[in-house]
């Protein structure tokens, strides 16, 4: 059965990026099949490799007609203007604090009709903000605030709001943000006021859906009323998979410390409850049989409520089959039952393959069964089953010579402890702390194996290298081990009798401060916080072909074993601390304008291959938000060219759509200096420059009339000028303007500055340049005809995002940089752009997008 899951994974893997008609695949497929009937009484090894060759070929297909069914043309002009449409609830959301003063809370809704002109009959998947306003807040009678209304699954909506289509940011390496809600159903993202959002009379939808999104609130209710507030956050992530009232910085602190599973719902938690319960149900000396029954139908009504989707499901189905086989005395089979239970997975969901959830399940399982178990098989298992009947000396007979030494030295220490505290308990304290002291190997054993085989994927899909990860599961899983059960039992107790629901409650709570106290002390640590930018090609095959061989070399000889663990940990070890050559073109300068939405972010290399970053995007308007755009945006395309490292950093001013990503850029790329214009003195860019220090980053104010070498080029600073008096507040007009040159290739940078400053440049300097950034995102009020003609571009790029509310870039903008004759390239439509500057012309390219 694994064999068969990988021919069938691999053959979505192949038809995911070879589409071929699929009568082929259909042909392949019965020619194999034909031909392994054919040899299966003759060849049997060769009928066995047909068999493979059909699975591979049913995978392939399979995985085409999927994609092919999911492409769909939305039915819908989508615009800036406000819509009436009629909806029913979904998915429930939780109303929190939207960060202005008012209330939001996000829900998941379908329509019924959509009045655009004309009412349109449409059934489409859309996921909506509903939000209030301080100034909108309303009061009961006797002046209290009214709490926001929670929509709940089912009810009937009318309602105005404003739609959009979801975007990826268009830039190699970004998160497939649209795909992502499509395989949820979402095809419009829409945003409404709880004044325009009107309940109607009716219900639509499914009764136990409606069950389960209440019994998945009852419980967050429950969880709240039992803990405190930042207690609560967790223990709702922990134990039924809400995140919404998680923080961010509480996020940042798991992922680093490499402990980031225990605030998701995964295969971990299913696990550890089901050995609570299947332990209890044998506790109470019931069979085999019944025991395992009820353990799988408490999983899955634990599944139901948990809300996370397809990874919990997916531990369901293997503890299912693992079970299964078990009771068919097929324990040594876990392999088997991997496979099987992968091979249902990718058959109703061929999809799941190519998500980052499955591979990462899938391979963990892989690596504790194929390595981890023979390893222990070979080390602690037989001492730990040698723990029992201590007392019996006829036990020792059957057992292998050092174990039954083992057993004679724990009864010689017992025997002088004997006359402190008795026989019986010092035998047991013996036993217990040998017990103990293995099982702590144990953990240890399956961490690091973890750590080291999860290396590659980690790097790929998260960039990280979770250096305390070893360190921090010893420590948080067995405390989880112990959360999960006590937070399950005080929540269900909290349902009959509150107050003897606070004995487990105040366990769980010794647990989650166990598990918090160690991911801030190992999390916080600046090892912990190691980045990887993506790894090479060769890196991929060479750690593919060291888990292949540790798992072979895990069931031979003992030398051969150490040595293929020692091999896979060398390929972690070089996953983690090699540094990859950056991708980029010597002898050119590149200026690549990165697709950060209504931002701007430029990446600018040297021909001698240095590094500068010019602004990292964030939320334009100075709006609060907790979408990290140099976590989320900018990193992700850095790290897939392959940059783990910057030279420089450079902010033009200080508005949150240049500097709200630099924070996360600067600890993740640490650059050796910063260059700043007139900076104001403003909270966000003191805080900025106070943590760019700290990180020991050299802050260089740069100026007008200045002029020095980087990376082979030169850069010549036209504004600020020198002793430039900001206000209190960023403007446009402060903003760092420079121009680089590389032989007679130059590329002139304008940030946002707007006409007084373009009629300041244009009385003191030579502008010209064969590339320019437009200013100010294509607004009217820069980039004047003037100063277009002065600097007489045959390129341009403007960072500008989809369907602003800005109307940027301006369509005068635009027509004056076609009448100089200047071809114009603009993230919204184009994605990222680079331009390569040879040092006599320049070459634009677009990148790669989906």
């Known amino acids: 059965m694994l064999w068969a899951a990988l021919a069938y994974g691999a053959g979505i893997v192949v038809g995911n990026h070879a589409w071929r008609p699929a009568s082929w695949w259909v042909v392949a497929t019965v020619a194999f099949v034909a031909s392994g009937a054919y040899f299966v009484r003759r060849r049997l090894w060769l009928a066995y490799g047909l068999a493979l060759g059909a699975m591979f070929f049913v995978g392939a297909l399979t995985i085409q007609l999927r994609t092919a069914q999911g492409s769909e043309v939305l039915p819908l002009s989508v615009s800036n203007e406000p819509v009436q449409l009629m909806a029913h609830v979904i998915?429930?959301?939780?109303?929190?604090?939207?960060?202005f003063g008012g209330f939001r809370q996000v829900i998941d809704v379908e329509t019924e009709g959509i009045t655009q002109g004309e009412v349109q009959r449409l059934q489409l998947g859309l996921r909506l903000s509903v939000y209030t306003k301080a100034s909108e807040q309303e009061f009961d009678a006797s002046g209290a605030p009214l709490p926001m209304h929670a929509y709940r699954y089912g009810e009937r909506l009318r309602l105005t709001a404003k739609l959009r289509r979801p975007r990826n940011f268009r830039n190699p390496g970004a998160f497939d943000y649209r795909g992502y809600l499509a395989d949820r159903g979402i095809v419009l993202l829409g945003s409404a006021k709880n004044i325009n959002v009107e309940v109607l009379p009716g219900f639509v939808g499914n009764r136990l859906e409606k069950w389960r999104q209440g019994a998945h609130r009852s419980i967050v209710g429950e969880i709240h009323q039992l803990w405190e507030p930042g207690d609560a956050a967790l223990m709702d992530a922990a134990v039924v998979g809400e995140s919404a009232f998680l923080t961010p910085d509480s996020k940042?602190?798991?992922?680093?410390?490499?402990?980031?599973?225990?605030?998701?719902?995964s295969g971990m938690n299913v696990s550890i409850l089901a050995f609570a319960i299947f332990?209890?149900?044998?506790?109470?000396?019931?069979?085999?049989?019944?025991?395992?029954?009820?353990?799988?139908i408490l999983s899955v009504g634990y599944a139901l409520v948990t809300d996370v989707g397809p990874p919990v499901w997916r531990a369901v189905l293997m503890l299912a089959v693992y079970l299964g086989v078990r009771l068919f005395y097929r324990q040594r089979s876990m392999l088997n039952a991997l496979g099987a239970a992968a091979l249902c997975v990718m058959v109703a969901d061929p999809q799941s393959l190519l998500g980052a959830s499955f591979q990462l399940t899938f391979l963990a399982v892989f690596i504790i069964a194929a390595i981890a178990v023979p390893v222990l098989e070979r080390t602690s298992q037989p001492y730990l089953r040698g723990l029992r009947f201590l007392a019996s000396a006829d036990?020792?007979?059957?057992?292998?010579?050092?174990?039954?030494?083992?057993?004679?030295?724990?009864?010689?220490?017992?025997?002088?402890?004997?006359?402190?505290?008795?026989?019986?308990?010092?035998l047991a304290a013996a036993g217990g702390i040998t017990r103990g002291s293995l099982a702590g190997y144990e953990v240890l054993c399956v961490s690091a194996l973890m750590q080291v085989g999860l290396a590659l994927p980690m790097a790929y899909y998260f960039h990280r290298a979770t250096v305390m990860g070893i360190p921090a599961n010893a420590l948080a899983v067995p405390l989880t081990g112990l959360l999960m059960p006590a937070a399950v039992l005080a929540v269900g107790l909290a349902y009959l009798f509150v107050p003897l629901a606070r004995i487990p409650a105040g366990v769980a709570g010794f647990a989650l401060h166990g598990i918090t106290g160690t991911v801030r002390w190992l999390g916080g640590m600046r090892v912990a916080d190691h980045r990887i930018a993506m790894p090479e090609v060769g890196t991929f095959v060479f750690v593919a072909c060291t888990l292949a061989f540790a798992m072979t070399m895990a069931w031979g000889r003992r030398a051969h074993a150490i040595f293929g663990i020692a091999l896979?940990?060398?390929?972690?070890?070089?996953?983690?601390m090699s540094v990859p050559r950056p991708h980029t073109q010597p002898g050119t300068v590149e200026m690549t304008a990165i697709d950060v939405g209504q931002g701007d972010s430029l990446l600018l290399v040297s021909p001698e291959g240095k590094t500068l970053l010019v602004d990292a995007g964030g939320p334009a308007g100075g709006q609060h938000s907790e979408f990290d755009y140099g976590e989320n945006v900018v990193s992700p395309y850095l790290w897939e060219r392959r940059i783990s490292r910057l030279d420089a950093v450079a902010i033009t001013h200080g508005h949150s759509d240049h500097i709200g990503g630099l924070r996360t850029v600067l600890n993740n790329f640490r650059p050796r200096e910063l260059w700043v214009g007139a900076l104001p003195p403003t909270p966000a860019v003191t805080a900025l420059l106070d943590y760019a220090r700290a990180l020991g980053i050299q802050v260089l104010p740069r100026h007008d009339g200045e002029s020095f070498r980087f990376g082979g080029m030169q850069i010549e600073v036209f504004s600020p000028p020198e002793g430039w008096h900001s206000s209190s507040q960023a403007k446009n007009n402060d903003s760092l303007v420079m121009r680089l040159r590389y032989r007679e290739s130059t590329v002139l940078l304008e940030g946002d500055a707007e006409r007084v400053v373009e009629q300041r440049m244009l009385a003191m300097h030579d502008l010209r340049a064969d590339l320019l950034k437009v200013g100010h995102h294509g607004s009217a009020t820069s980039t004047s005809a003037e100063f277009i003609h002065a600097v007489q571009p045959r390129w341009a790029v403007i960072s500008v995002g989809e369907g602003n509310s800005f109307g940027h870039p301006r369509r005068e903008t635009l027509e004056r940089l076609q009448g100089e004759g200047t071809a114009t390239y603009r993230t919204d439509v184009n994605g990222a752009v680079s331009f390569y500057l040879d040092g006599k012309s320049v070459s634009p390219q677009l990148a790669c997008l989906r």
């Not at 959301?93 to 960060?99: A, H, I």
């Not at 940042?252 to 719902?265: N, P």
């Open 91 to 99: 998915k429930e959301g939780e109303v929190r604090d939207s960060g």
């Open 252 to 265: 940042a602190d798991f992922q680093r410390s490499g402990t980031y599973h225990i605030l998701v719902v």
């Open 279 to 296: 332990w209890t149900m044998c506790h109470f000396h019931l069979g085999d049989w019944i025991a395992s029954l009820l353990t799988i």
């Open 395 to 426: 036990f020792d007979r059957t057992l292998p010579p050092q174990v039954a030494q083992m057993r004679l030295d724990l009864r010689l220490i017992a025997g002088r402890l004997e006359r402190y505290v008795g026989q019986r308990v010092s």
């Open 568 to 576: 896979l940990t060398a390929a972690g070890l070089w996953v983690s």
